[in-house]
C-alpha cells in the first residue's frame, strides 16, 4: 500500500511541475516569463481575470503572458476612465472571456476568442 501512495504521489508531482513548466513559458511578445500562474479551476474566464488582476497590480498596459492553450486570440487594453476597447481577431471566432478590472490608474481589459 506503501508503494502505491508513494507512486500516486511521484506521479502528482511530476504532473504538477510540468503544468508550472507550461505555465511559464516565454511571453511571445518581450520573451520574459512574467511569472503567472494558469488557473485550473474555472477555465478562460478565470485566466482572463487572472491576467486583468496582474496588468492592474503592475500597470502595465500590455499582454503579462504567454500564449493561453487552447485561445486563438487575445486582446487586451486600459482606459483611465471606462470599459476599454481591446484588439479583436479579424476572422470569425467565439469570445470565450471577457474580464475588465480596476486599477488604481484606470480600468484594465482581457478578452480571449476562440
Request: glycine letters at 12%.
Amino acid at each position: 500500500m506503501r508503494l502505491v501512495k508513494s507512486i500516486v504521489l511521484g506521479l502528482a508531482a511530476v504532473t504538477g511541475l510540468a503544468a508550472s513548466a507550461a505555465a511559464q513559458a516565454p511571453c511571445p511578445q518581450c520573451g520574459r516569463i512574467h511569472g503567472y500562474s494558469q488557473s485550473s479551476v474555472g477555465g478562460f474566464q478565470a485566466q482572463a481575470e487572472a491576467e486583468a488582476r496582474v496588468m492592474a497590480s503592475r500597470r502595465y498596459k500590455g499582454h503579462t503572458q504567454g500564449t493561453v492553450s487552447g485561445v486563438s486570440f487575445c486582446g487586451v487594453g486600459w482606459s483611465s476612465h471606462s470599459t476599454p476597447s481591446t484588439c479583436t481577431p479579424s476572422g470569425n471566432m467565439t469570445l470565450v472571456a471577457d474580464a475588465t478590472v480596476r486599477g488604481s490608474d484606470g480600468f484594465y481589459r482581457v478578452r480571449y476568442w476562440r
